[in-house]
C-alpha cells in the first residue's frame, strides 16, 4: 500500500500593458526590520523566512477556503487582513482520496508559497515561475516542492500552488453551476494573485511562467488553451504529460481503464451523477445543497474516485477538448518547452502484480490494445528487451508518453516557439520508489523532478556529475522563464524542435545532446495503431 501510495501521489500540470502597470502598484514590500521577511501583498502583510541566500513565505492565501457553500464553486477573494500573517509553515494538502493515513481532509487549503534569491527586490524585476504539482489532478501538495535551489542558483522568484484535487476540484454534476474544472479555476486564481503580487517579493509580473509535471503538465496544457488564463502566464513549460496524451487500459497505473486527461462535460455529468447517487444525493434538485452537506472524508474516500482525475471540457473554462485546440491552432502564443523522461514507463511496471511474468504481459497487452495486441507482442518481445517488464516498460513509454509528446511538438511548432527535452539520467535516484530487483528504474516518470526540486521525503543523493547535470537543468529551465529561449552562457547548445529533435539531459561528458525522438521511441510504428 505505502509503495502504491508513493506511485499514486507522484502521477499524477487577458492581459495589457495598463492592466500591469497598474496592479504592479497594488502590493509593496513592507521590510520594517530590513531584512525582508515581511512583504505587504494586496490582501495584508506577510512575515516569511530569511535565509542567507533566499526568503521564503508559505501559506499565503490567494482565495477563499473552498468550504461550507463554497465547496463546488469559483474561487472567490481572501478575506483582507491588517497585521503580518505568519508565513512560516505550510499549509495542509488539499483533501483527497490519498491512500495513506491520516487521509488528508482539510477543504481550507487555498494556499501558495513563494521563494525568492535575497536579492529579490533590489534592482530589475525577477522572472516568475509558477509550479503546478503532479498527481494526476488526485494527489499532492505545493509543500512537497522546496524551491530555494531553483531560485536562488536560477536568480527567479518561484511559487507553487495548492490547488482543489480530485472531486473537489473537478466533479462535474449538472446541479453544480459551472462545475468540472474547479481546480483550473485555482490555479488561474493563483496566476492572478502572482499578476497583483509579484512586484511587492521582487518579481516581474510581465514575465510569468507556468510550469507543471505530470498532472500538472496536463493542467499546463489545459491553461494554454483555457481562454481564462490569457495574458496570466508567458512562458509554458509541461513535464511528462502532454495535451494529446491517452492511455490504454493499464497504461499509467495497473488496473486503470483506458482514458485520457480529458473528458466531455457530458460524460462527466454523468459519472457526477453516479457519484452524488452513492452518497444518497440522487434527486436533481437537491443534489448540491445534499453534496454540501457530505463530509469531506467520506467523499475523499470514494473508491471510484481514486484513481487519476479526468478534467472536462466543453465548460466555461475549458470550452475545447485541448487537443482539438492544439489542431486547430487555437491556444495562447508563448514560447514552450515540452519533455519527458527517457522510461516513463519504467515506474507502472515496477507497481505493477510482481514477478512480472511473460503471461501478465501478454495478459496486459490483450487488454491494452485487443485484436492488434499480436502485432504489438511482435514488435515489443521480452526477448528483445531483457525480460517481460522492460518490454511493457518500453510499450508504455512510447505509446503513452514520448510519441504524444511528439504530436505536440509538431503541432506547437508551426505557430510558437518550442524547445524539447528527454530527460535521459537512467541512474537516477530513485528516493522513496522502490524497484523490483529485475527492474532497472532508469530515467523514470518523476524523475527529473528532485533535479529542479528538492523533494519532501525523496532524499535524491547525486554523484558530482549529476549534480552538475541539475545545475544545467536549473540553467535551461529559468533561461528560458527569463527569455523564452533555455540557451545561455556555459550551457551546450539547446536547437528549437524542428519535426522530431529534442535535447536529451544526461550526466557527463556528451550526455547533452541531440536525440531523434521518432526513431529512439518507434512513432512511426505507434502512428499505426492510432
Known amino acids: 500500500m505505502k509503495r502504491n501510495r508513493r506511485w499514486v501521489r507522484s502521477l499524477l500540470a487577458v ?23 515581511v512583504v505587504r501583498t494586496d490582501s495584508g502583510p506577510v512575515r516569511g523566512t530569511v535565509a542567507p541566500e533566499y526568503r521564503t513565505f508559505q501559506k499565503v492565501p490567494f482565495a477563499a477556503p473552498p468550504t461550507g457553500e ?14 503580518p500573517r505568519d508565513a512560516t509553515k505550510p499549509s495542509s494538502p488539499c483533501a483527497q482520496a490519498y491512500s495513506g493515513d491520516p487521509r488528508p481532509t482539510d477543504e481550507d487549503c487555498l494556499y501558495l508559497n513563494v521563494t525568492t534569491p535575497r536579492s529579490a527586490g533590489h534592482g530589475r524585476p525577477k522572472p516568475v515561475m509558477v509550479w503546478l504539482h503532479g498527481g494526476g489532478n488526485s494527489y499532492g501538495t505545493a509543500a512537497d516542492f522546496d524551491a530555494q535551489r531553483l ?8 511559487v507553487t500552488t495548492n490547488y482543489r484535487q480530485g472531486v473537489f476540484g473537478f466533479l462535474a454534476h449538472p446541479g453544480l453551476a459551472g462545475s468540472g474544472a474547479f481546480g483550473l479555476e485555482d490555479q488561474q486564481a493563483a496566476l492572478r494573485w502572482v499578476r497583483r503580487n509579484a512586484a511587492a517579493f521582487g518579481g516581474d509580473p510581465g514575465n510569468v511562467t507556468l510550469f507543471g509535471e505530470s498532472g500538472g503538465a496536463f493542467d499546463v496544457c489545459a491553461q494554454l488553451t483555457a481562454p481564462g488564463a490569457r495574458g496570466l502566464f508567458h512562458r509554458a513549460i509541461a513535464q511528462s504529460g502532454s495535451c494529446a496524451t491517452t492511455w490504454p487500459a493499464n497504461g499509467i497505473v495497473y488496473g486503470q481503464p483506458a482514458s485520457s486527461p480529458w473528458l466531455s462535460l457530458a460524460r462527466s455529468e454523468a459519472n457526477g451523477v453516479a457519484f452524488a447517487g452513492r452518497f444518497g444525493c440522487a434527486d436533481p434538485a437537491t443534489a448540491a445543497a445534499c453534496l454540501r452537506r457530505v463530509p469531506a472524508a467520506e467523499l475523499a474516500k470514494d473508491p471510484e474516485t481514486s484513481g487519476l482525475t479526468t478534467v472536462a471540457f466543453g465548460t466555461r473554462v ?6 482539438d485546440a492544439l489542431r486547430q491552432g487555437r491556444f495562447h502564443r508563448v514560447p514552450v518547452m515540452w519533455g519527458t523522461t527517457r522510461d516513463e514507463g519504467r515506474l507502472s511496471a515496477a507497481y505493477s502484480p510482481q514477478p512480472f511474468t511473460e503471461e501478465q504481459y501478454q495478459r496486459m497487452l490483450g487488454e491494452a490494445f485487443g485484436e492488434q495486441a499480436s502485432r504489438v507482442a511482435a514488435r515489443y518481445p521480452s526477448s528483445a528487451y531483457g525480460s517481460p517488464a522492460l518490454a511493457w516498460s518500453a510499450v508504455a513509454t512510447n505509446r503513452v508518453w514520448s510519441c504524444p509528446q511528439l504530436t505536440d511538438d509538431r503541432l506547437l511548432a508551426g505557430r510558437t516557439p518550442v524547445y524539447t527535452y528527454e530527460f535521459a539520467d537512467r541512474n537516477a ?17 518523476f524523475s527529473e523532478v528532485p533535479y529542479l526540486f528538492d523533494v519532501v521525503g525523496f532524499a535524491a543523493k547525486f554523484t558530482p556529475e549529476q549534480q552538475r547535470l541539475a545545475d544545467r537543468m536549473i540553467g535551461y529551465w529559468t ?29 557527463g561528458d556528451g550526455g547533452i545532446r541531440p536525440v531523434d525522438l521518432a526513431a529512439e521511441h518507434d512513432c512511426g510504428f505507434w502512428a499505426t495503431l492510432r
Open 151 to 158: 531560485a536562488t542558483r536560477g536568480d527567479v522568484v518561484v
Open 479 to 507: 533561461r528560458f522563464a527569463a527569455t523564452g529561449d533555455p540557451n545561455g552562457r556555459d550551457l551546450p547548445k539547446w536547437s528549437p524542435f524542428r519535426n522530431s529533435n529534442a535535447q536529451s539531459l544526461a550526466p
Open 15 to 37: 492581459t495589457a500593458a495598463g492592466v500591469l502597470a497598474g496592479s504592479a502598484g497594488v502590493a509593496q514590500a513592507a521590510t520594517g526590520d530590513g531584512s525582508g521577511a
Open 70 to 83: 463554497l465547496r463546488w464553486r469559483s474561487p472567490q477573494p481572501s478575506r483582507p487582513w491588517s497585521e
Open 429 to 445: 535516484p530513485q528516493g522513496y520508489f522502490r524497484f523490483p530487483p529485475d527492474l532497472p528504474s532508469g530515467a523514470f516518470h
Open 318 to 323: 475549458l470550452p475545447e477538448n485541448p487537443p
